[in-house]
């Protein structure tokens, strides 16, 4: 064995172990963060009104919430009409990402509506650029988003960004072979797991993706999940009943 061949096997060994690694933080970070979310205890009902006064009502409300962000839109229509299109066209890519994890490939990843998820996906990642790009451009040219951003927030922009980036060349510009990629994924998913491509912009894109499945569970981006756990939207709005006192689920008796 040469010292190239030598040195390819050891960093592909690294690239493996990183991986799993990420994979792993991901999942154990994801649930442990989520069942901290869980178990934290409301001590008196804090629903933001107006609100549903049912269960049913208030699941739509967080459908709602995540599908689209209403209360943004009241807020500061042109952030919404940037986030709005940000995630929308994240959701596509994700999706269209199923075609390199999933065997045989399901027709919701091939084509939509007649028309082809290659073509879909391809204008999803110049408007995913241009929106993450307007978020960013936000953050430092308003006074009011300057001066609440910090460092997190930047980073996870331009991470982002890189991510779609790296992702657009590697389809359209610097081709790698799909087949070898496919592979790849497919190994580490099944515990079998093969030599990445030998392609430096692909190296670099999934490295990328396995920095942000680290980052993702400690990080603002956890909003993802944890809309669904909070009590300001999940709540339904409880109208008190005469005679009926609300007691505090914390008050115990001292002994």
């Known amino acids: 064995m040469d010292t190239s061949t030598a040195l390819w096997t050891l960093a592909s060994s690294l690239i493996i172990g990183l991986a799993y690694f990420a994979g792993l933080a991901f999942v154990l970070g994801l649930l442990w963060r989520l069942w901290g979310y869980l178990r934290t205890p409301m001590p008196w009902p804090e629903v933001t009104t107006p609100a549903p006064e049912t ?15 209403p209360n943004l839109f ?75 951003s910090g460092l997190p927030d930047y980073f996870a922009l331009a991470l982002l960004g890189a991510i779609a980036g790296t992702g657009m060349m590697v389809k359209y510009w610097a081709h790698v072979y799909l087949v070898d990629v496919k592979a790849f994924i497919l190994g580490l998913l099944t515990l079998h797991p093969v030599a990445p491509p030998l392609h430096p912009l692909f190296l670099l894109h999934f490295l990328l993706v396995l920095t942000l499945m680290l980052y993702f569970p400690f990080s603002k981006l956890l909003h993802a999940g944890g809309i669904f ?13 005469p005679g009926k006192r609300y007691v505090n689920p914390w008050d115990y008796p001292v002994r």
Request: aromatic share 16%; no cysteine.
């Open 229 to 241: 756990f909070s009590p300001t939207r999940n709540q339904p709005y409880e109208i008190q009943k």
């Open 74 to 148: 009241k807020a500061d229509k042109f952030l919404w009409a940037g986030a709005w299109t940000f995630h929308v066209a994240l959701s596509v890519i994700l999706l269209r990402h199923l075609r390199y994890f999933t065997y045989p490939v399901p027709g919701i990843a091939i084509s939509i509506a007649g028309v082809s998820m290659g073509t879909i996906g391809l204008w999803a990642g110049y408007v995913f650029g241009v929106a993450a790009l307007y978020l960013f451009w936000r953050r430092l040219a308003l006074p009011r988003t300057l001066y609440l």
């Open 55 to 69: 269960e049913s009502g208030a699941v739509a409300r967080v459908i709602g919430d995540v599908l689209i962000f």
